[in-house]
C-alpha cells in the first residue's frame, strides 16, 4: 500500500467518508513531516520513515493514548536519537497521554515526563527521570538506569556510610543500607573543595568519543570515571577522586 493507504487504513475500518479520512490523513502526514511522500509505497521508504508512517497512522484517528512498544529498536543510533527528538515534540504538540516501553534507558530519560522502572514485573520504582537518575532507591534502579558506581559497607551514623576497606563517606541521607551509588558522570578526577575526596590511581582509560572512560583503583574498591574528552590523564596516572555527598546515594535495597 503507498503511505496515504497505510494512514487511511484504521479510518477505512471506522467506516469515516472519504472527505474525512482525506482530511484526518493529510493533517497526520502533516505532523510527522509525510506529506510529500503520500503516494509512494510505504516498503520504500527508509526505517525512519515508515516508523513515521506508523506514527501517523496511530494518530489519524485522534486516540486519547498512544502506546509505544520500543518502535525504535530496529533503527540505527543516529536515527534513534533523532527520532527521539521528533516524538517528544510531536507528544508535545498533539498532548496525547504517551505509554512507551523501551529497554533503552538513556531513551526513556529523553522523551519521558514520568518513569517506571519494572524488575521481572514488578514496579521498582517511579518519578520523573531526574529522580530516577539522581535518586535511585535500590540497585537495580541504580545499575540498571544510567551507569553507577556501588560501594558496599554499612550505615555508621546520620550522613555518614563506612565503605569496605574502612573509608568514611558522606551520604546524602538516610539511616539504613549496605550499599551506596555514585555515578560515573558525577566524579571528578581532580581535588575539589569538600568531602568524599580519596587518593587513587588510573588502572585504564577507553576513549569513546562524547568522553573517556576511566577506571580508577582507590580505597573502595575500582571506581568507573567518565570525564569529557580534554586534559587526558595516562593510565597509571595518580589522581583524587572527589564526589559530592549529594550525589553520594543509600540505597534501600
Do not use: W
Amino acid at each position: 500500500m503507498t503511505v496515504f493507504d497505510n494512514v487511511a487504513y484504521g479510518l477505512r475500518v471506522r467506516k469515516q467518508s472519504q472527505a474525512e479520512i482525506k482530511a484526518n490523513v493529510e493533517k497526520a502526514l502533516d505532523l510527522v513531516q509525510m506529506r510529500h511522500l503520500a503516494e509512494r509505497g510505504a516498503s520504500k521508504l527508509s526505517g525512519g520513515q515508515q516508523q513515521r508512517v506508523a506514527l501517523a497512522r496511530a494518530i489519524a484517528f485522534s486516540p486519547t493514548v498512544v502506546l509505544f512498544d520500543e518502535p525504535l529498536s530496529n533503527l540505527d543510533a543516529k536515527l534513534r536519537a533523532e527520532m527521539r527528538v521528533e516524538l517528544r515534540e510531536l507528544q508535545r504538540r498533539l498532548d496525547i497521554t504517551s505509554v512507551y516501553v523501551t529497554h533503552d534507558q538513556e531513551e526513556a530519560l529523553a522523551i519521558s515526563d514520568r518513569v517506571i522502572v519494572m524488575n521481572v514485573g514488578v514496579i521498582e520504582q517511579i518519578g520523573t527521570p531526574e529522580a530516577i537518575y539522581n535518586r535511585p532507591r535500590s540497585r537495580f534502579v541504580a545499575d540498571f538506569v544510567g551507569s553507577a558506581n556501588l560501594i558496599r559497607g554499612r550505615v555508621t551514623g546520620p550522613g555518614l556510610f563506612e565503605a569496605e576497606g574502612g573509608t568514611i563517606l558522606k551520604t546524602a541521607g538516610g539511616s539504613s543500607g549496605t550499599e551506596v551509588a555514585v555515578r560515573t558522570a558525577y566524579i571528578d578526577l581532580v581535588p575539589q573543595l569538600g568531602d568524599n575526596q580519596l587518593p587513587g590511581t588510573v588502572r585504564q582509560r577507553m576513549f569513546h568519543g562524547d568522553f573517556v572512560q576511566y577506571i580508577v583503583e582507590c580505597a573502595c574498591g575500582r571506581l568507573i570515571v567518565r570525564r569529557p574528552p580534554v586534559n587526558l590523564l595516562d593510565e597509571g596516572a595518580p589522581v583524587t577522586v572527589s564526589f559530592s555527598p549529594e550525589h553520594t546515594v543509600l540505597l534501600q535495597s
